[in-house]
């Protein structure tokens, strides 16, 4: 099983608070006001809006918070300036973290960083030192006990799909950047529901550790995600089979 997907599993086991969702819900709304701020308010002409968008769709955001959150971007409505940052990491163990920040303070974010980072034994790498140990790929995350692998399978690789698999009842479709919009139209035109759905960093080498610095790196990347000007957080840590989120 991929590290992705595991981690992918855990997110899904203990995300399914309301208030997790909220908390990603707000995240989704920062992605698409900046996209459309960058590049306007038109999905067809704006790529970067048109996948934050897919993203949103894929959580099952409503139309409406999707459609306020463009009208923030262009103003339209009023709304808050973010600035985009990225900082590479390194966890307890050698474990490579890539965390992109959407911010209105970033000398706050950059201190909040710097404290989880340091409360939990990491540390900051020099820049690209971290991004080349990652590729870009489409993920695409489903049910596996609502649906079957079979199902997803041929709906999925007849969009263009690399991979399909199931893990620990979650099943996860893989695409290349560019199927990532086809794969998930596909998906959505034959009414299955996703849990989540995004271009992601995918570690092109995984970092296997005992279950003792596993837990460390997990917790580490947890708080991490749960700071709100953090808006996604990557890593190359392989979870061990049988290992649980405390």
């Not at 989540?196 to 279950?211: G, N």
Request: hydrophobic content about 40%.
């Amino acid at each position: 099983m991929s590290g992705h997907s595991k981690w992918a599993t855990i997110k899904h086991k203990k995300g399914a608070a309301d208030a997790k969702r909220g908390q990603m819900f707000t995240k989704l709304i920062k992605e698409i006001s900046i996209a459309a701020r960058m590049g306007g308010g038109d999905i067809e002409g704006n790529p970067r809006l048109r996948t934050a968008v897919l993203k949103a769709r894929g959580a099952n955001m409503p139309k409406d918070n999707i459609d306020r959150a463009i009208k923030k971007g262009t103003g339209e409505l009023e709304g808050v300036n973010y600035e985009e940052l990225v900082y590479e990491a390194y966890a307890p163990g050698g474990v490579a973290i890539f965390i992109e920040v959407l911010t209105d303070n970033k000398n706050r974010a950059a201190a909040d960083i710097r404290n989880i980072l340091t409360r939990a034994g990491g540390q900051l790498a020099t820049a690209g030192s971290v991004s080349r140990l990652f590729k870009r790929q489409g993920i695409i995350t489903l049910d596996g006990e609502q649906y079957t692998e079979d199902q997803i399978m041929e709906v999925a690789i007849e969009g263009g799909a690399e991979d399909v698999s199931l893990a620990e009842g979650i099943i996860e479709v893989t695409t290349a950047p560019e199927d990532f919009e086809p794969v998930l139209n596909s998906l959505e035109n034959k009414r299955f529901e996703t849990l989540s759905a995004e271009i992601s960093m995918v570690p092109e080498v995984a970092v296997t550790l005992d279950t003792d610095a596993t837990a460390k790196a997990v917790r580490l990347i947890e708080r991490l995600e749960e700071n709100d000007d953090v808006q996604n957080v990557y890593s190359n840590i392989d979870i061990p089979e049988g290992f649980e989120a405390e």
